[in-house]
Nanobody, 114 residues
């Protein structure tokens, strides 16, 4: 079992920044890939960003150039730095770990006001 705990969400004005954290219960070096997903009301859950064990990253087109996914293996934590936030970024953000199967955190709310 992998436990994932997200933090760092909150309310921010458009143009502002937030950094989300996802703390894993195991060494993230052992996790094949970790990613951030988000789900807005009435919308499907969508991929935001992913980072593999090898360090490669991928981003959704909607966030490319604004968001950065990174990790700190010593802290077993993955981060999502979100800059130039837009109201369209408002969603619950979920951490995901690919470790033999998928594990999910409970999510953290990000609300961007106009």
């Amino acid at each position: 079992q992998v436990q994932l705990v997200e933090s760092g969400g909150g309310l921010v004005q458009a143009g502002g920044s937030l950094r989300l954290s996802c703390a894993a219960s195991i060494n993230i070096f052992s996790i094949n890939a970790m990613g951030w997903y988000r789900q807005a009301p009435g919308k499907q859950r969508e991929l935001v960003a992913v980072i593999t064990r090898g360090g490669s990253t991928n981003y959704a087109d909607a966030v490319k150039g604004r968001f950065t996914i990174s990790r700190d293996n010593a802290k077993n934590t993955v981060y999502l730095q979100m800059n130039s936030l837009k109201p369209e970024d408002t969603a619950v953000y979920y951490c995901n770990a690919d470790y033999f199967r998928s594990f999910w955190g409970k999510g953290t709310q990000v609300t961007v006001s106009s």
